[in-house]
Nanobody
Framework: QVQLVESGGGSVQAGGSLRLSCLVS????????LRWFRQAPGKEREGVAR???????WHRNSVKGRFTISKDNAKNILYLQMNSLKPEDTAMYYC?????????????WGQGTQVTVSS
């Protein structure tokens, strides 16, 4: 069973930065894709960023230029560097991993880490 453990969340003021980490219990190089999602109160979960096995990345438009997804295959850690945070970034952030097949719904999820941005 693959386990994902997020850390790095917290409370910051608008304009601040946080770096989220997701420790994966398996070799991250084996996964088709790794992703970050977030869910704000009363809203649906949405994809924030994605990194594929070959290192290619995708970021949702609202975070482009502010957030950067990366991974360290030697340490089996997925990162999300978040800069210039805005109050609308406030949410529970989750990492998800897809081991095989198309990169659709992750087979494995972390428990989440809370990010709160105050104005």
């Amino acid at each position: 069973q693959v386990q994902l453990v997020e850390s790095g969340g917290g409370s910051v003021q608008a304009g601040g930065s946080l770096r989220l980490s997701c420790l994966v219990s398996m070799d991250t190089a084996n996964f088709v894709c790794l992703r970050w999602f977030r869910q704000a109160p009363g809203k649906e979960r949405e994809g924030v960023a994605r990194i594929d096995r070959d290192g290619s990345t995708w970021h949702r438009n609202s975070v482009k230029g502010r957030f950067t997804i990366s991974k360290d295959n030697a340490k089996n850690i997925l990162y999300l560097q978040m800069n210039s945070l805005k109050p609308e970034d406030t949410a529970m952030y989750y990492c998800g991993a897809t081991e095989k097949g198309p990169c659709i719904t992750p087979a494995y999820w972390g428990q989440g880490t809370q990010v709160t941005v105050s104005s």
